[in-house]
């Protein structure tokens, strides 16, 4: 008898935490006191006493809030560099639309198969519908580009559509400006 155990696999999140290397400090929290540490052992022996304790006490707020002050998970420093190089950089942004230019290829028609083509290429079960309009498209094509004698039912559409377009009247309206004054207008319909 085999017992199968089925365990449950769940994602562990992976945290990258720096190491610490002396005490509570990281290589870069060292290196934050101990540049402001440098910075003022070699003030105190350039500046008098009352000078040195204020440019002391400055540096090391500074290196003290670098090495330990976090804001929203991030170190100060980092966000210091973020802050500098956002007030440095220009901040005009002009939105641009790109152009697109969209490439269509439409499908070429074939031409329609000679009379022996045309039987071999006929469905078994009443298809030949599609290979005869095939034919009539193509024959209407080439009358409608090469003749010279009017198609009677072509010229009897157009006429129909030139007629209401000459027999449209030009209508007029008054208008009344903010000015109080009124104005002949002429109303176009679309």
């Not at 999140?13 to 290589?27: A, D, M, N, S």
């Not at 095939?134 to 004698?149: C, E, S």
Request: with cysteine.
């Amino acid at each position: 008898m085999k017992i199968l155990f089925i365990m449950a696999q769940f994602q562990v999140p992976q945290f990258q935490v720096e190491e610490r290397i002396i005490g509570p400090l990281t290589l870069k929290k060292f290196g934050f006191v101990a540049a402001g540490s440098i910075v003022c052992f070699i003030l105190f022996f350039l500046l008098s006493l009352w000078l040195w304790l204020i440019v002391a006490a400055i540096i090391g707020t500074i290196a003290a809030s670098l090495a330990f002050i976090t804001v929203n998970g991030q170190p100060l420093d980092k966000i210091a560099v973020n802050a500098f190089g956002y007030y440095w950089s220009p901040r005009f942004y002009n939105w641009q639309r790109k152009e697109e230019r969209r490439v269509f290829e439409l499908p070429t028609i074939k031409e329609a198969p000679e009379q022996g083509e045309e039987q071999a290429l006929r469905p078994p079960a009443g298809g030949s519908g599609r290979i005869a309009v095939r034919k009539n498209l193509r024959d209407l094509w080439q009358k409608l580009q090469t003749t010279k004698a009017p198609i009677p039912k072509r010229e009897e559409s157009l006429k129909s559509l030139e007629e209401p377009m000459k027999m449209k009247k030009e209508k007029y309206g008054a208008f009344r400006a903010a000015t109080g004054e009124r104005i002949a207008i002429k109303k176009v319909n679309y």
